[in-house]
């Protein structure tokens, strides 16, 4: 193991006023988690992780601890901070194994999930301890949305989706079906002609943005979420441009560079990345160049024009005349976000989204249409897994009274 996490474990100064706890969006007890580290008890902080967070192994892989646990924590001000993330990780590994019950008793009322990413996923896990009958529609052929079609393995090993699945999905009985898109041959009214009491929608953002650049649906193009659902079937080529430099561009980037492209280069609007510090460390280690203030104007089958741009200090950009460049490249990859896909609102009478796509629901979940629910990345447009998997265990809570009060 690369860092000691008894090391970390003794580091903690067991604050009175636990800052790291505050600056974790799902507010992990983490001084109460070190303490029973530190007494033997590892079971017991194993137990406290999962039933708070039951994606907190995959937390303490790709939250952006940098922001978050380990950016409050007081030692972090002089030196480092104690590594929660490792400790986490460590805990979450050993203690797995453990969680081998079967599913809760039934309490006979049918719910519908749609969507398997983090927000999904924490819905179906809390309904199945209530003894709810979980039944996850999922469009892909595997589960666990962009945990599994976005974040590369390098970053988050399938492995642990796949013991997640194993312990969280079929030893509790939440039934799945794979290659179903709601909205397609099966609608939402379906889902209640069938006796699902509430619906959950978890669908995230998966309608990449477009530049409206010409050039943009040539060959040699691809958007970043579409590569990096299935990098292999790529050939990209030696000389990758990728469009953009937040934490996607960052994923493709690298990923790229894994696949064999020898020199791949982002092209960034603004003057310094978007990405997570450690994400853009990383890329530059491995030898991915970066560009600042310049943004593409056409595609070309052998590159792309960019022209340079000046920041203004009110955020918006003034391109500057005459300063057009040619960048040559094999490829392009566009990482510039994703919307959501309207299949469902569409399809469904009663349920409203905003300007941007995004479904409407309040802090709780509820939707405009009583029964039908909805979090993550859907609602709030693309954000973080630990923010989804937090707003998922209120709108758990919001599910479980509705399907109580339909019942009294
Ligand atoms: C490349 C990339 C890297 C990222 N890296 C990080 C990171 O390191 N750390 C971090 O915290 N966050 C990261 N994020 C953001 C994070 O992954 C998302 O915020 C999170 O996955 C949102 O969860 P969700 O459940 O709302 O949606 P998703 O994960 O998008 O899951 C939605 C699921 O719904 C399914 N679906 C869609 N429509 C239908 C339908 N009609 N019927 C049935 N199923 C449907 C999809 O196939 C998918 O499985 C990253 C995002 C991207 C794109």
Redesign the pocket.
Known sequence: MGLHVLDEVNRCLECKQPSCQRGCPINTPIPAVIKLLKENKLDEAGKILFENNPLTTI?SL???HENQCEGHCVLGKKGAPVHFSAIENYISNAYAPKMIKGPAKSNGNRVAI????????TIAIILARYGYQVTI????DK??????????EF??PKSVLEDMQYRHIELKGIKIRPN?????AIGIDDLFRDGYKAIFI?????RPNVLHIKGETLGNVHF??NY?NNPSVYKLGENVAVIGAG??AM??ARTAVRNGSRKVTCYSLTKEVVA?DY?FKYAKLEGVEFIYNVKPVEILDDGIMIRKVKENDDGTFTEIEGSDEFCPSDSVLI?I??GP?N??VSTTTGLKASDRGLLVADEFGNTSRPGIFA??????G???????VAH?KIVAETMHKYIQSLNE
């Not at 529609?137 to 892909?140: G, N, Q, Y």
């Open positions: 937390c790709i939250c952006n749609v969507g398997s990413g983090p927000a999904g996923l529609f999922e469009s892909k589960i666990g949305g962009v945990l599994r079609y976005g974040i590369p970053r988050l179903i898109r709601i909205g397609d978890g669908t995230g953002v998966w970043a979420i990096l934490n996607a994923d493709v997570s994400e990482a976000s994703q896909r299949v469902i979090s993550g990345d859907v609602v709030n693309s954000r973080t897994v630990v923010e989804a998922s």
